[in-house]
């Protein structure tokens, strides 16, 4: 299995981008892709998840409202779309996948850079 997280970059307080997860390596039905990310001197936290089919999204609160998460099955690419970004959201974006019995994430890809000037 290999994800390959993109679409990071510099942007302003206010601005949006759109961060992109390629997924490959196995079938995903069934299973659950979430995003996270680690601030400069702080611990990794969750973002956002969705299931497969992209029924079922869930949000941090810290997010809610801003972020949206989507999946593209044809391409198996999952997206976030981040509208509104605050200094705050800068960050090293991971993208993660699990089976969605399972309560640890076991996939991970390399994370991609994001930060927001104010």
């Known amino acids: 299995v290999q994800l390959q997280a993109s679409g990071g970059g510099l942007v302003q307080a206010g601005d949006s981008l759109r961060l992109s997860c390629a997924a490959s390596?196995?079938?995903?039905?069934?299973?659950?892709m979430g995003w996270f990310r680690q601030a400069p001197g702080k611990e990794r936290e969750f973002v956002g998840r969705i299931n497969w089919s992209g029924l079922n999204t869930y949000y941090a609160d810290s997010v809610k409202g801003r972020f949206t998460i989507s999946v593209y099955k044809p391409t198996k690419t999952v997206t976030l779309q981040m509208n509104s970004l605050k200094p705050e959201d800068t960050a090293v974006y991971y993208c993660?996948?699990?089976?969605?019995?399972?309560?640890?994430?076991?996939?991970w890809g390399q994370g991609t850079l994001v930060t927001v000037s104010s």
């Open positions: 993660a996948s699990r089976f969605r019995s399972s309560t640890e994430y076991n996939y």
């Open positions: 390596g196995r079938n995903f039905s069934g299973y659950v």
